[in-house]
């Protein structure tokens, strides 16, 4: 909304509201006023340290079929700072467009949460456990001459691909983190009810929808949303990405 534009600081640590310069404050501030909507710090805490804290609790544990056994210990998420949380609330709110109520469920459900210069998109085995992690940098960078975008971590399994729960009946496969969460928010615009969503991470459609067949026949319905590229050379090879 217009009215409740933010600005962030991460020198200051701090944000403000763009039209009310007197009214703002910290991550817990933030938190009373965007995501628990109740001027209550104590409440505020509680909300951080269950989903923002080293012990993160999750609302949605997804139900793959049949379990995998995994030999590798699960990931661990790296410690919360309130710098990371204000600037990736801040690239998500007023860079990517996304609302503050789709950025609470994504957290709440351990589906999302924040890193060091990004912001990071998370994938969990059938016990809650992490086991894969993929960063999308809020500041785009250089290697080997490449502009690298996103970055997983060591040890992550696209097996386990982050999903955003919603109906049983639809589920919808998309290939980045925040396109799932863009698409979260079309629903919620549209009065529509909010179906599940599943983040690929990556472009062969056909090879994952294989690989995760007994999943996916949970569902009555599979949506797969197709990137739209920026020119028509660029769109067919993509799309012959995506048939692999």
């Known amino acids: 909304r217009e009215d409740e534009k933010i600005f962030v600081s991460q020198i200051k640590n701090a944000w403000s509201n763009a039209h009310n310069l007197e009214e703002g404050g910290g991550a817990l501030q933030f938190v009373q006023r965007f995501i628990i909507n109740e001027n209550n710090l104590g409440k505020a805490r509680v909300w951080m340290r ?9 609302s ?6 049949p379990p995998e056994k995994q030999e590798s210990a699960p990931l661990e998420l790296p410690a919360l700072d309130e ?8 690239y998500l709110t007023n860079e990517r467009g996304i609302s503050r109520e ?19 998109f998370v994938g969990r085995d059938g016990q ?10 809020t ?66 459609a056909a090879a994952f929808i294989e690989r995760m067949a007994d999943y996916l026949k949970t569902f009555t319905k599979v949506f797969i949303h197709a990137e739209h590229e920026k020119s ?13």
């Open 60 to 65: 949605f544990i997804p139900k793959w079929t």
């Open 139 to 204: 500041k785009p960078m250089r290697a080997n001459g490449k502009l690298v975008k996103a970055k997983a971590m060591a040890g992550s399994s696209f097996d386990f691909p982050p999903v955003i729960a919603g109906g049983n009946d639809e589920i919808h496969l998309v290939e980045g983190g925040t396109s799932a969460l863009a698409l979260r928010d079309i629903w919620a615009r549209e009065g529509t009810k909010p179906q599940t969503i599943l983040v690929t991470s990556g472009a062969a």
């Open 83 to 90: 710098k990371s949380v204000a600037a990736g609330i801040d």
């Open 232 to 244: 028509e050379e660029v769109q067919k090879r993509t799309d012959a990405l995506h048939k692999r």
């Open 128 to 137: 809650g456990a992490v086991r894969n992690v993929t960063t999308r940098l």
């Open 102 to 120: 789709t950025i609470k469920t994504a957290v709440e459900q351990g589906a999302l949460t924040f890193t060091p210069g990004g912001v990071a």
């Open 50 to 58: 269950k989903h923002m804290g080293l012990a993160r609790n999750v």
